[in-house]
Nanobody
Framework: QVQLVESGGGLVQPGGSLRLSCAAS????????MGWYRQAPGKERELVAL???????NYADSVKGRFTISRDNAKNMVDLQMNSLKPEDTAVYYC????????????????WGQGTQVTVSS
């Protein structure tokens, strides 16, 4: 089984910073990409940022210049440094990994963490 465990959410004032971390463990053969998604009340889950095994990154326009994603391939970990936080960043943040659990698996599977709440409020 594969587990994604997140940490680092919480309450922060506008303009503040938070750092989210996620560690993937279990039966993992290879990881294609790891990333972060978020879901605010009444809205659909959306991509925040992702990083591939080769180091390519992709960010939502709304977080470019404020958030930075980083990955430790050796430890199967991904972090999200969030600066200049805004109230509209308030959401549950989910770690995601696209990975194969065995060699020869035709298509990688999508795995999710349990989510961590980020609240930006004064």
């Amino acid at each position: 089984q594969v587990q994604l465990v997140e940490s680092g959410g919480g309450l922060v004032q506008p303009g503040g910073s938070l750092r989210l971390s996620c560690a993937a463990s279990g039966s993992i053969f290879s990881i294609n990409a790891m990333g972060w998604y978020r879901q605010a009340p009444g809205k659909e889950r959306e991509l925040v940022a992702l990083v591939t095994s080769g180091g390519s990154t992709n960010y939502a326009d709304s977080v470019k210049g404020r958030f930075t994603i980083s990955r430790d391939n050796a430890k199967n970990m991904v972090d999200l440094q969030m600066n200049s936080l805004k109230p509209e960043d308030t959401a549950v943040y989910y770690c995601n990994a696209v990975l194969r659990v065995y060699r020869g698996e035709i298509a990688p599977g999508w795995y999710w963490g349990q989510g961590t709440q980020v609240t930006v409020s004064s």
